[in-house]
């Protein structure tokens, strides 16, 4: 390590301390039992972090103490300064590392791909938590997780494994995942990232409306009312603010005030020091930057709200890391969320018979809409593209997210039509529809394509009957998805799709198998009758 890294890194250590001692004082005082493990251990877990005791980041996020806080501070202060300590030893010998759940399941290429996601059900899913121990923040219900690095709950990959889940019968399963997500909204007053201590600063994109009206397909409308004080528990996290929002103070957390009031989101993210699941490589992207760090550190996070870490959406100049600018966005595809959230919660409320709530929400959705395609239309390009209201203009960037408008509808006939074309005149690819256009090395960039925006596009494009297009996309991803599965037998978190030779493509980490979105996306399609080989 360079001497101006090392000081780079202990400076960010003490202002980090710094910062997540204030803003837990300030911030997360009902929160205080899930306190972010560089809060708990401070100079050590700054030390593992930067050392590359671990290759992987999250991995001593995820650890597990043998021992307590004090303990295992008490112990390093006292021997971290001796000349034979090796802090890769010390790091054993206090903390259990996270455990491999999918280590013994050996995939059977012989089954079919649907037969092989059906036995991955039972070694994707973690029993109901007895306890929160290390990071981990203990769930009432049993839950299925991702796969690979990812062995807790993801609050968006979530919808996508349920849809497989549906597909599959499982509606206890559903319903227990989705009784979660209402206890952590419950306890936190939003749904984390994910049920870790260090996701507790940020959400992902708003799916839990959806989550419930998937359950009401099987369970009925009455699943909608059950859920309603959650629904408006989420409603309300997002909108934090927007009542004292001005021309002088246009944002504040997530909600932001645009010209004549109207008012739309942003992603965001309430800390602004490195994650603590990638501690070094968030130092080394600031320092890169000759930016101010805690500037470059939000954008980052607010970045990984979005579910799209990273992506040259969020890029100033739309092709490195180090000009992000997460913040300043307003998304096309978190806008259309809130607006189903706000159509949701009306629906709710007529089934509570509360038509003076349900006719608001209704209201509200309509204006939400009709803001979205003010700013986010971009009639020349005849598509839907996110907002920078710092710069006052869309991004330019085409992006997948765009057919977030026609997946619930809120898109005219001729804009669909229009959003139809350019996604396959620039989107469309040998495997399915690509993240964006742009190659940068970013793993939400060219040439990769995920499940969850291969379902948005093909049910958006089906929704305004450009059912041809809808086909030829899921064709072509299914045709990959088993492919991948017939060479290697894995269901892998993201796929190259404009090289049908390679397994799966790259980004910020290494490739993870599992898949809980892959699976269920997957198998939603092939269940479908229209499926063609």
């Given at each position: 390590?360079?001497?101006?890294?090392?000081?780079?890194?202990?400076?960010?250590?003490?202002?980090?301390?710094?910062?997540?001692?204030?803003?837990?004082?300030?911030?997360?005082?009902?929160?205080?039992?899930?306190?972010?493990?560089?809060?708990?251990?401070?100079?050590?877990?700054?030390?593992?972090?930067?050392?590359?005791?671990?290759?992987?980041?999250?991995?001593?996020?995820?650890?597990?103490?043998?021992?307590?806080?004090?303990?295992?501070?008490?112990?390093?202060?006292?021997?971290?300064?001796?000349?034979?300590?090796?802090?890769?030893?010390?790091?054993?010998?206090?903390?259990?590392?996270?455990?491999?759940?999918?280590?013994?399941?050996?995939?059977?290429?012989?089954?079919?791909?649907?037969?092989?996601?059906?036995?991955?059900?039972?070694?994707?899913?973690?029993?109901?938590?007895?306890?929160?121990?290390?990071?981990?923040?203990?769930?009432?219900?049993?839950?299925?997780?991702?796969?690979?690095?990812?062995?807790?709950?993801?609050?968006?990959?979530?919808?996508?494994?349920?849809?497989?889940?549906?597909?599959?019968?499982?509606?206890?399963?559903?319903?227990?995942?989705?009784?979660?997500?209402?206890?952590?909204?419950?306890?936190?007053?939003?749904?984390?990232?994910?049920?870790?201590?260090?996701?507790?600063?940020?959400?992902?994109?708003?799916?839990?409306?959806?989550?419930?009206?998937?359950?009401?397909?099987?369970?009925?409308?009455?699943?909608?009312?059950?859920?309603?004080?959650?629904?408006?528990?989420?409603?309300?996290?997002?909108?934090?603010?927007?009542?004292?929002?001005?021309?002088?103070?246009?944002?504040?957390?997530?909600?932001?005030?645009?010209?004549?009031?109207?008012?739309?989101?942003?992603?965001?993210?309430?800390?602004?020091?490195?994650?603590?699941?990638?501690?070094?490589?968030?130092?080394?992207?600031?320092?890169?930057?000759?930016?101010?760090?805690?500037?470059?550190?939000?954008?980052?996070?607010?970045?990984?709200?979005?579910?799209?870490?990273?992506?040259?959406?969020?890029?100033?100049?739309?092709?490195?890391?180090?000009?992000?600018?997460?913040?300043?966005?307003?998304?096309?595809?978190?806008?259309?969320?809130?607006?189903?959230?706000?159509?949701?919660?009306?629906?709710?409320?007529?089934?509570?018979?509360?038509?003076?709530?349900?006719?608001?929400?209704?209201?509200?959705?309509?204006?939400?809409?009709?803001?979205?395609?003010?700013?986010?239309?971009?009639?020349?390009?005849?598509?839907?593209?996110?907002?920078?209201?710092?710069?006052?203009?869309?991004?330019?960037?085409?992006?997948?997210?765009?057919?977030?408008?026609?997946?619930?509808?809120?898109?005219?006939?001729?804009?669909?039509?229009?959003?139809?074309?350019?996604?396959?005149?620039?989107?469309?690819?040998?495997?399915?529809?690509?993240?964006?256009?742009?190659?940068?090395?970013?793993?939400?960039?060219?040439?990769?394509?995920?499940?969850?925006?291969?379902?948005?596009?093909?049910?958006?494009?089906?929704?305004?009957?450009?059912?041809?297009?809808?086909?030829?996309?899921?064709?072509?991803?299914?045709?990959?998805?088993?492919?991948?599965?017939?060479?290697?037998?894995?269901?892998?978190?993201?796929?190259?799709?404009l090289d049908m030779t390679l397994e799966a493509g790259g980004g910020e980490y290494p490739v993870q198998d599992g898949f809980g979105w892959t699976n269920g996306v997957l198998l939603k399609l092939l269940s479908e009758n229209s499926f063609m080989d």
């Amino acid at each position: 390590m360079s001497r101006s890294l090392f000081a780079l890194l202990t400076l960010s250590a003490l202002l980090c301390a710094t910062a997540c001692k204030n803003e837990s004082a300030a911030d997360d005082a009902p929160m205080a039992k899930y306190r972010s493990p560089e809060e708990v251990y401070g100079d050590l877990f700054v030390a593992v972090q930067t050392s590359g005791v671990f290759p992987d980041g999250k991995t001593f996020a995820d650890c597990t103490p043998k021992a307590s806080v004090k303990e295992i501070m008490d112990a390093y202060e006292a021997n971290k300064n001796h000349p034979e300590f090796h802090l890769r030893a010390f790091v054993l010998q206090y903390f259990d590392p996270p455990h491999k759940f999918a280590s013994g399941f050996v995939s059977d290429t012989t089954r079919t791909a649907q037969d092989h996601i059906n036995a991955l059900w039972e070694v994707l899913t973690r029993r109901a938590d007895s306890t929160s121990t290390g990071t981990l923040i203990a769930l009432p219900n049993p839950y299925v997780v991702p796969g690979g690095r990812f062995g807790e709950i993801y609050y968006w990959d979530s919808y996508f494994t349920m849809l497989g889940l549906q597909t599959a019968g499982k509606v206890d399963m559903m319903e227990s995942m989705v009784g979660n997500f209402a206890y952590l909204i419950d306890e936190l007053g939003f749904i984390p990232n994910g049920n870790r201590t260090y996701y507790n600063s940020r959400s992902q994109p708003p799916f839990f409306a959806l989550m419930a009206g998937l359950l009401a397909e099987a369970k009925g409308n009455e699943a909608l009312a059950q859920y309603l004080p959650q629904l408006e528990k989420e409603y309300n996290f997002w909108m934090d603010g927007s009542q004292n929002l001005t021309d002088k103070a246009p944002a504040h957390r997530r909600v932001v005030r645009l010209s004549d009031g109207d008012l739309l989101n942003r992603y965001w993210d309430d800390r602004a020091t490195p994650r603590a699941e990638s501690y070094r490589e968030d130092v080394e992207t600031a320092a890169k930057s000759g930016r101010p760090a805690e500037e470059v550190y939000r954008h980052l996070r607010a970045a990984c709200e979005s579910g799209w870490d990273f992506s040259s959406r969020w890029l100033a100049d739309g092709k490195t890391l180090t000009s992000i600018h997460t913040a300043d966005i307003i998304p096309v595809d978190l806008n259309a969320l809130l607006y189903n959230l706000e159509i949701t919660l009306s629906k709710a409320h007529t089934q509570k018979g509360n038509t003076t709530e349900s006719k608001r929400y209704f209201a509200l959705a309509q204006k939400r809409a009709d803001f979205l395609v003010r700013y986010c239309w971009d009639a020349q390009k005849g598509y839907f593209m996110d907002y920078d209201f710092v710069k006052k203009q869309r991004t330019g960037v085409v992006s997948a997210a765009g057919m977030y408008p026609l997946f619930f509808g809120i898109a005219t006939p001729d804009q669909a039509k229009s959003c139809a074309k350019v996604l396959e005149r620039e989107l469309l690819k040998p495997g399915g529809i690509v993240t964006t256009a742009n190659t940068t090395g970013q793993q939400w960039d060219a040439p990769n394509g995920w499940a969850p925006l291969q379902w948005i596009s093909i049910q958006g494009l089906r929704k305004y009957d450009e059912n041809a297009l809808a086909q030829n996309i899921r064709q072509r991803w299914t045709h990959l998805n088993v492919k991948v599965y017939k060479n290697t037998g894995k269901m892998v978190e993201k796929y190259n799709v404009l090289d049908m030779t390679l397994e799966a493509g790259g980004g910020e980490y290494p490739v993870q198998d599992g898949f809980g979105w892959t699976n269920g996306v997957l198998l939603k399609l092939l269940s479908e009758n229209s499926f063609m080989d």
